[in-house]
């Protein structure tokens, strides 16, 4: 909340002090801060369409990765298959 977020922790001393701290916190929500809600973009992103892109940027990325790891996994079990005495 912007009150447990932002204005308990900068203790501000006068309104213009209040009004900066709220200012850096709403840009900062709207601005960098990842949503749950929203699929873990910004608010900023969502409004402007972006999501669908960051979406399928990960998507991608995810693939690549379970790509990598299933290729890591095959190549070390015909590592040991190559190195396995048979008695």
Known sequence: TIKGECIRPGTPL?????????????????????HSALGYVTPVDKLAGRDAEIFANR???????????LGAKSRARAEASEHTVLM
């Open 14 to 34: 006068c309104l213009e002090d209040a009004r900066r701290l709220v200012a850096n916190y709403v840009g900062q929500y709207n601005n960098e801060r990842l």
């Open 59 to 69: 998507d991608s990325k995810l693939e690549a990765a379970r790509a990598q790891r």
